[in-house]
């Protein structure tokens, strides 16, 4: 793994966005792209950015079971927001919210096949205060690939910030597996803030355990972690 550890989270946005805009002119077509408070500096830099997107494909990880598109809480609407309405995608995938609250087994085989399709050459991450990577929660399984998954009550809570109240907040979400992610062939883990330090210590430096998702990378021959001071702080 590579660490880079910068001040704060706009050095952080600049950083990953260098390494994207590097990968894609060395020929990277299939993003992973991710969601959440960590990735929008990411995309800030992106828009601002003359990087032609016309002939990229973007996948994203996950999305609430029964969130229509156009919610302002789904990721798709995050997505359109914080980058396509301004950098269109030649090809963008989230996955289906409502195909999932209707058969969540279809919805996902469904997403199998994209990923099969366009394997993916740089995949976005950030990661829950607990380890999880997308929603692969402690305990998933490393050999999952997109499934529904239930959110633990600690996620439904970290996620209630973005809703008016804690029970509008789905209570299951439709995401790419362990296996999806490794498979991708470069990873770029970004992590802000203190509340991030315990997690990121887990991954880098604690055991390979199914308890923390996320350090699985520790087997990945290519992952770069992009975090600031506040995250590295419990790093040995
Ligand atoms: C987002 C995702 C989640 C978040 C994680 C951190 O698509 O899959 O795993 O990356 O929960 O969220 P933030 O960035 O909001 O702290």
Same mark, same amino acid.
């Given at each position: 793994m590579k660490i880079i550890v910068k001040e704060n989270d706009i050095e952080g946005g600049a950083?990953?966005?260098?390494?994207?805009?590097? &990968?894609?002119?060395? &020929?990277?077509?299939?993003? &992973?792209?991710?969601? &959440?408070?960590?990735?929008?500096?990411?995309?800030?830099?992106?828009?601002?950015?003359?990087?032609?997107?016309?002939?990229l494909t973007s996948i994203n990880l996950d999305e609430y079971v029964g969130l229509k598109p156009d919610n302002p809480q789904s990721y798709h609407y995050f997505m359109q927001k914080h980058l396509f309405d301004k950098k269109p995608f030649k090809k963008s995938y989230v996955p289906d919210g409502l195909e999932a609250a209707k058969d969540p087994q279809a919805a996902a085989d469904h997403y199998n096949q994209i990923i099969k399709d366009n394997p993916i050459d740089i995949q976005l991450l950030g990661i829950g205060r607990n380890g999880h990577i997308a929603f692969n929660e402690p305990g998933s399984s490393f050999d999952t690939v997109t499934r529904e998954v239930k959110l633990t009550d600690n996620t439904i809570k970290a996620n209630s910030r973005f809703f008016d109240n804690i029970d509008e907040v789905p209570k299951s979400a439709i995401c790419m597996g362990i296996a999806n992610i490794m498979s991708a062939k470069k990873v770029v883990l970004m992590a802000f803030g203190k509340n991030k330090a315990h997690a990121i210590k887990e991954m880098i430096e604690g055991p390979v355990t199914e308890q923390v998702p996320a350090s699985i990378l520790q087997k990945h021959l290519d992952v770069v972690v992009i975090i600031d001071k506040a995250a590295a702080s419990e790093l040995y």
């Amino acid at each position: 793994m590579k660490i880079i550890v910068k001040e704060n989270d706009i050095e952080g946005g600049a950083a990953a966005f260098k390494i994207f805009e590097k &990968g894609i002119k060395n &020929g990277a077509k299939v993003l &992973g792209l991710a969601t &959440g408070s960590t990735p929008v500096t990411l995309y800030q830099n992106w828009v601002k950015s003359d990087l032609n997107c016309d002939n990229l494909t973007s996948i994203n990880l996950d999305e609430y079971v029964g969130l229509k598109p156009d919610n302002p809480q789904s990721y798709h609407y995050f997505m359109q927001k914080h980058l396509f309405d301004k950098k269109p995608f030649k090809k963008s995938y989230v996955p289906d919210g409502l195909e999932a609250a209707k058969d969540p087994q279809a919805a996902a085989d469904h997403y199998n096949q994209i990923i099969k399709d366009n394997p993916i050459d740089i995949q976005l991450l950030g990661i829950g205060r607990n380890g999880h990577i997308a929603f692969n929660e402690p305990g998933s399984s490393f050999d999952t690939v997109t499934r529904e998954v239930k959110l633990t009550d600690n996620t439904i809570k970290a996620n209630s910030r973005f809703f008016d109240n804690i029970d509008e907040v789905p209570k299951s979400a439709i995401c790419m597996g362990i296996a999806n992610i490794m498979s991708a062939k470069k990873v770029v883990l970004m992590a802000f803030g203190k509340n991030k330090a315990h997690a990121i210590k887990e991954m880098i430096e604690g055991p390979v355990t199914e308890q923390v998702p996320a350090s699985i990378l520790q087997k990945h021959l290519d992952v770069v972690v992009i975090i600031d001071k506040a995250a590295a702080s419990e790093l040995y």
